[in-house]
């Protein structure tokens, strides 16, 4: 729901970047994104088409790399991936887990024409 | 075709919030203010409780009250006001959360040496909330037995960044299929040892630990 902000926040980190690296142009644009994170690819690409117009960004492809979440167990130390509902471990059946990855979400790198 | 040069950049995508989160934070930490920001989905009772907290600790403390709205509706900081606890009205315009430079623009209306605990209702939603920093020095969420026992594993982000969780509306667990162990198991999974308070707003059964907890809170902040 708050992927206008979101995708502001993307087109100002590939602005600034592209510009420090003398783009004329950038052309994509890749993205890391933890399942866990509440973003819809589909609107990004929506507010993106509408707000990087006029801008070197124009027309840049976005890239979404989206990570399944993983869960260490602190127990058994067993490491699993975390694909449906979250549960206990599956080898040991305890609680105590920690998330290892699965909530990031943040821009990796552009390309751009110079 | 031209040819096109990676750039890395590794740079969150939240981060110009972070870093007015953090001076957000400062704000509050050197008026020695403790300020808590309160998250719950719509109706689980969010104004219930801070009513309750304010019509119990207003003889002790300072208190201010920050409002997040998507409308342009007061009704929740007339019921503050009412009570004669200074209450900012923040509407977001249709946003579904608070952010940091919102709550950045709320602070600067308050006296904050003045106060000793400042208390944030964020926007009803357990989404979006999650992912926009404050400052604050707690996230609280209440969540409330009516909405089911389901829901630390349908917003489990919601539920991994939280310092404390209220479960409000235990007067109602007779009547409505809430599997306690169900709901604690999945707040166990995400958020190990999470502090706990089961209450009810409407019998203020469970208020009192509730309130125990915020006074060695605000007491911890001023030694």
Known sequence: MHELPVTENILSIALKHAQAAGARRVTDIHIVLGKFSSIVDDSVQFYWDLISGGTICEGARLHFQRLTPRMRCQDCQHEFEVSGEIQPCPQCNSLNLILLSGDEFYLESIEIER | ?223
Request: net charge negative; hydrophobic share 45%; glycine share 8%.
């Open chain 2, 1 to 223: 075709m031209a040819n096109t040069t990676k750039v890395p950049v590794v740079e969150k995508i939240l981060d110009a919030n972070d870093q007015v989160a953090e001076f957000n934070r400062r704000l509050l930490d050197e008026a020695g203010v403790f300020a808590l920001n309160i998250m719950a989905s719509p109706g689980a009772g969010k104004t219930s409780l801070i009513l309750h907290t304010l019509q119990n600790l207003a003889s002790e403390y300072r208190i201010a009250v920050i409002e997040g709205d998507t409308a342009p509706v007061t009704l929740d900081a007339d019921k503050v006001s009412a009570l004669g606890i200074p209450a900012v009205q923040i509407n977001t315009g249709g946003d579904c959360h608070l952010d940091a430079v919102m709550l950045r623009s709320g602070l600067a209306q308050l006296t904050l040496h003045d106060l000793d605990l400042l208390i944030v209702e964020n926007v009803g939603n357990l989404i979006c909330p999650a992912a926009f920093k404050l400052g604050t020095h707690r996230n609280i969420l209440v969540a409330s037995i009516p909405e089911g026992d389901d829901k630390p594993y349908k917003y489990p982000n919601m539920y991994r960044g939280l310092n404390v969780l209220v479960i409000n509306k235990i007067d109602l667990l007779p009547y409505v299929d809430f599997n306690m162990a169900y709901f604690r198991q999945g707040v166990e999974l995400l958020n190990p040892g999470l502090l706990t308070f089961p209450l009810s707003c409407k019998t203020g059964e469970g208020i009192q630990p509730w309130l125990e907890w915020l006074r060695a809170e605000i007491k911890a902040r001023r030694q």
